[in-house]
C-alpha cells in the first residue's frame, strides 16, 4: 500500500515490509530450507494480510502496481537467510518495529477501504486481515501453530487501534494526523506491552472446551 | 448472500449463518483459544465459502454490504463461547439446523452463479465451494483432519442437490418455489440420512492408496 | 488458461491439467479417501495455481469459461482413482509430462501476464504461482509437507524459464515461438535433471536455522 497519507508513513511502510519479511524467515523457517522456501515465507509473511485484502475488496493488489514493496521483501529475506545470527541478537527491537509495522499498515488498510466507499466495520476488518493473515498463511506453510491457535496478543491491539481510529474519524474529521498518531500509538502501546509481560486473554475469554480437544 | 429467492429464504439464511458460525466453534475450537480466535474462526466456517465463491466469480463479496450478517455470525460465535455447555446437549438439533442451511445456501449460490451468466456446471460448482470451503479453512486452521480426509458424506449431498436442481430449472423453468423446495429438500435427506446412520462411500469408492501412506 | 500462442499449445495444455490430476491424486491421496475427495484434490492440484494468478491479475479465472478444462481434470481424476496401479508404474514418465505441463504454463502464464500489461517482473512471479500453488494447496489439504518445507527442486526451473523467456521477449521481440521453445526447454531440462539425480540446492543456499527448529 504505502501511499502517503502523512510524509514519514512512506518511510514506515518500507521499514514495515522488511521487517514483517525479516520476522517471518526468523519465526517460520526451518533448518534445511532452501532459499526459495525462506523467499517465499517472507513474501507470504510480508505480503499476504494485504493481498487478501485487496481481493476481498476488489481493489488493485497493491504490489502488482509497486514493484519495490516486492523487491524490498526478497531483498529482507535474502538478509535474514544469510544474516540469521545477527538477526536474531536483534530480535527484541525487530518485534518493536514489527509492532510499528502492523499499526501503520492498521490505518492504511483503514483508510483505503473508507476510501474505496465501504463502511467503518469493514474498515476494521481490512485492518484485521491486513495484519495477520499473512502470518497466519506463513504458519501454514511451515506447519506451525497458527495465531488462532495461540494465545499471544496480536490481532487484539489491531481491533482496539481500529476501532479507535475509525472513533476519532467520525468525531473529529479535520483532526488529520493526530487521529493517525493516535491510532498507532494505541496499537503499538498494547502490542509492545504484551511483547513485554506476554500479555493475554485473562482466563475466563479462553475456551473452555470441555469437549473438544 | 441472502437474496430472496422466495420469502422464507431470508430468515432460514439468517439462521444458517448463525447454525455455521456456532457448530464452526464446537467442532473446530480448542481448549485455550482465546474469544479473539473464536469469533475469527466462526467467520471463516460461516462466510469462508461464499467469500470464495464471490472472489472466482469476480462478484462483491457477499458480507461487504450486508453487515448483518457478519454481525449476526460474531454474535453467534460469542453466544457459543460462552454458553458451550448449553450448544453441545443441542449438538444433533444443531447438525440438522447446519444440514439445512447447507441446502439453503447451495440453491442461492446456484441462482446467484446463474444471474451472472455462468453456465450450469460452474453453478453447481459454485453450490459445492460455497458450503465445503468455510469448513475446510477452520480445519486447516485449527490443525484438525478437514473434509478432504475424511469419509464423512458432505459434499456429496450438495452435489446431488445441485445437479438435481439445475436440471429441474433447465426441465421445468416455470415452476419456480417447487424446484427451489426439491432441491433444498433433497440436499436435507441425503445429509440428515448421513448424519443419523454415519453414512459414507461404499468401499470400492475409497481410494485403495496401495503405495502411499 | 490454454490459449494458443503456437499450435501444439493445445494439446500439451490438455495434456498438462491431466496430467497434474493424475499426479496430484498419486502424490496426494490418503488410503481411505472418498472418490469425492479424490476429485477434490486433482481439481486443487491442476487448477489452483491459475486460480489464484487470475484472481490476484483480477482477470476472469480461466475455467470457469473453459468448461472442458474441469472435465478433463475430473475424467483423469477418477481414472486415477481407479487405475492407480497401472499409473504407479508409469509415475516416471509421468512425472517427465508434469515437467513439460509446468514449463508450458509457465509461458502461458508469463504471455497472459504481459498481455495484461503488468511488468516482467509480475510476469514471472505468475509463471511460478501458477507452477507451484496447486500443489501446495493439495499439500495442505492432506496434511502432507508441501514444496516450501522440501528441498526438491520445483520451482528454481521454473524461476529460471521464467527470467530466461521475459529477457528473450525483450532482446528478440521478433522471435516468436523460439522464444517460446527456449523457454519450455530450460524449464523442462532443469526439471528433469533434477528429477533424474535429485538435486537440491547447495548446503549453502539451505537455512542453517541455528535458533529454530
Chains 1, 2, 3 share one sequence.
Request: hydrophobic share 60%; no cysteine; proline share 4%.
Amino acid at each position: 500500500m504505502i501511499e502517503t497519507t502523512f510524509p514519514p508513513d512512506y518511510f514506515i511502510g518500507i521499514i514495515g515490509i522488511a521487517v514483517f519479511a525479516i520476522t517471518g524467515v526468523l519465526a517460520g523457517a526451518k533448518r534445511g530450507m532452501d532459499l526459495f522456501g525462506i523467499v517465499v515465507i517472507a513474501l507470504v509473511t510480508a505480503l499476504g494480510g494485504g493481498t487478501l485484502r485487496d481481493i476481498i475488496l476488489d481493489a488493485p493488489v497493491f504490489w502488482l502496481e509497486n514493484l519495490h514493496i516486492l523487491w524490498i521483501a526478497v531483498i529482507a529475506a535474502i538478509a535474514a537467510f544469510f544474516l540469521e545470527d545477527y538477526f536474531w541478537k536483534t530480535y527484541k527491537p525487530l518485534l518493536h518495529l514489527d509492532a510499528l509495522g502492523v499499526a501503520l499498515f492498521n490505518v492504511q488498510a483503514i483508510d483505503k477501504t473508507l476510501a474505496l466507499g465501504f463502511s467503518p466495520a469493514i474498515a476494521i476488518i481490512m485492518g484485521i486481515i491486513t495484519g495477520i493473515f499473512g502470518g497466519i498463511m506463513r504458519d501454514i506453510l511451515t506447519d506451525r501453530p497458527n495465531l488462532v491457535l495461540k494465545q499471544e496478543l496480536y490481532a487484539t491491539p489491531i481491533l482496539a487501534g481500529g476501532i479507535l481510529y475509525v472513533l476519532m474519524l467520525y468525531l473529529f474529521p479535520d483532526a488529520g494526523v493526530f487521529n493517525t498518531i493516535s491510532a498507532i500509538a494505541v496499537v503499538l502501546i498494547i502490542r509492545v506491552a504484551a511483547i513485554r509481560w506476554n500479555l493475554t486473554y485473562p482466563k475466563w475469554l479462553l475456551f473452555a472446551g470441555k469437549e473438544s480437544q
